[in-house]
């Protein structure tokens, strides 16, 4: 009886980071049973399709419910997990093949595929090794209160950008019964803190909203974010402010203090900035506002920036692909916008530039866009009585007695910076402004984040390839698209895979940002498409896969969508709400 009672008060003086860390061990042993018994069906020489499907849908469920935990201290390990189904290149050309639940999905449904009987057990094989990792973590490695915090709001961030949208589970489309079980899952590791009870009935209305509304096509993703994940998150929130926990911030795009994913502050344009001292004053917007609009930095002294990122087209210019400077031949690529550029990790359909700075370096250094030299524009530059009264203002140093070109990149990337606008209609409707969008355009906002798969490359709330929750990489797609509307065949360009030779990298190309897109017409990197209808025409039919290109390494689905012309018209008017205002 001694050794009891000192046992129970022991057990009681554990921390909640400490109870929660004992949950997640668990949680982790749970999925790893769960992948036990579907490697011995697996084995079975006359394995059964129907009960294999039914396990590894259970076993997703268990994965879900420590996947906050999972993508927050172990990403490097959850990638081989969860990841997508598509081999990853890092920006130094590393490949990492695809493994885990996905590529197991890709194996079960629609049907058993016999012939991967070894490859489905290799897998789950390894979803057991990387268990190990992950109980090693848990084991050894403290949880902060804080962090667990950060990771559960990231979490409902994940479930309204990704988990609702079929992301990592296209073909089952389990999406609302996995997001049940993270928000069950949430709602426990929350129990540990919130001794006021002020979250358990957003989470049981947001659990109890899922339940009620299970179909995939007709889910409303507009009002289980606007009333049930909004509410959620900023209540989450609110209780770690309460609690007054002792948080480190990180630089990071999606800011740590954000309530919701639409808080108006709620993204930070100097996460991609080269270091601390490249971060944005209104000093350096000034200069780089002149020097965007001042041909000054090109060669033959015409050409400036805005020549071809015109305001009022929303910084693109309207043309196919802009002409060579001093010249009547085309550029390769058509002009992307400049509007919310800051919220991508890199620059150019290439994405070849790493940052702001970089890419206004290669544009005026390139002899068919500017040809200028940054060398002689600095000295022009600190001739010029004007600009050397303002890179002084906005650059203090003691004893100046030049302009570096460090500062020009800077300034300029400092403007761009600035050309962030987040304060679409739709903004307003996520704001809580309902009458701030149509029902058409609410419809066309939940086939965009459905049926017609939009969101699972463009993600909200930016709507670009910066990939959420932490938004923190800007991702490749290869879709197909053809070199011209008479033309049955890809576009020549290989994209991507002229700075890293990695064959999958073959005519992929950055995934732009569709705010404003209704104003950037034509589309794609060549120009090929001229209105938002064509676009969805060829998404519709299954990108280049679909038109009868032979594409080996397409990353989008070859499926046709099948959505109707009233639908495709929905997804169109959802896409001019993101129009800035």
Known sequence: MAAFSFLSCHQKKQTAEQQIAGLLIRQVDSFSNDCNVMLAEAANKNCDENKLQQLFLQTRIAYKKFEWAAEYFEPATSRFVNGPPVQEIEFTGQAFQPAGLQIIESFLFPKFDTTKQTDLINQLNLLQAKCNVYKMHFKNVDILDWQVFDAVKLEVFRIETLGITGFDNQLTLKSIDESKASLQSLQNVLSYYDKNKT??????????????????????????????????????????NQLNLHIIRYNRLLNQYAKTLFDTNAFNVNAFAPDQSAFVTSEKIVIGKKLFFDPILSG?????????????????????????????????????????????????????????????????????????????????????????????????????TNIDTLEIMNAIGSYVRSLVFLNSR????????????????????????????????????????????????????????????????????????????????????????????????????????????????????????????????????????????????????????????
């Open 426 to 581: 739709f903004d307003k409707y996520m704001r809580g402004d309902s009458s701030a969008l149509t029902a058409n355009e609410v419809n066309g906002f939940n086939l965009f984040m459905g049926k017609a798969k939009c969101a699972t490359c463009h993600y909200m709330p930016l709507f670009n390839g910066t990939f959420p929750p932490r938004y923190m990489k800007t991702e490749v797609e290869v879709i197909g698209v053809p070199s011209s509307l008479e033309e049955n065949k890809i576009d020549t360009d290989l994209g991507r895979y002229n700075i890293i030779q990695v064959a999958s990298l073959k005519h992929s190309f950055k995934i732009p940002t569709l705010r404003n897109a209704a104003k950037t017409a034509p589309y794609m990197h060549n120009g090929v498409f001229t209105t938002l209808q064509q676009v969805m025409d060829f998404y519709n039919k299954g990108g280049g896969v679909g038109l009868g290109f032979k594409i080996d390494n397409q990353t989008l689905p070859f499926d046709k969508l099948n959505l109707s012309q009233t639908e495709m018209q929905d997804v169109i008017a959802f896409i001019k709400s993101l129009n800035s205002e």
């Open 199 to 240: 979250l358990p009935a957003r989470f049981i209305e947001s659990i109890n909203y899922l339940n009620r509304h299970t179909d995939f096509n007709s889910f409303n993703r507009a009002q289980f974010i606007t009333a049930y994940c909004n509410p959620l998150t900023t209540g989450i929130s609110d209780l770690e």
């Open 300 to 400: 033959n002294g015409i050409r400036s920036c805005a020549s071809c990122h015109q305001p009022d087209k929303a910084f693109t210019d309207g043309l196919v692909k802009n002409k060579m400077i001093n010249s009547n031949k085309t550029l390769a690529r058509n002009t992307p916008t400049l509007l919310n550029a800051a919220l991508q990790a890199a620059q150019f359909y290439d994405m070849r530039a790493n940052t702001l700075e970089d890419q206004s370096h290669d544009v005026v250094q390139s002899a068919v866009e500017m040809h200028g030299s940054m060398q002689l524009s600095v000295q022009k530059l600190w001739n010029d009585s004007m600009y050397r009264k303002l890179f002084s203002i906005a650059f203090p140093k003691k004893n100046r």
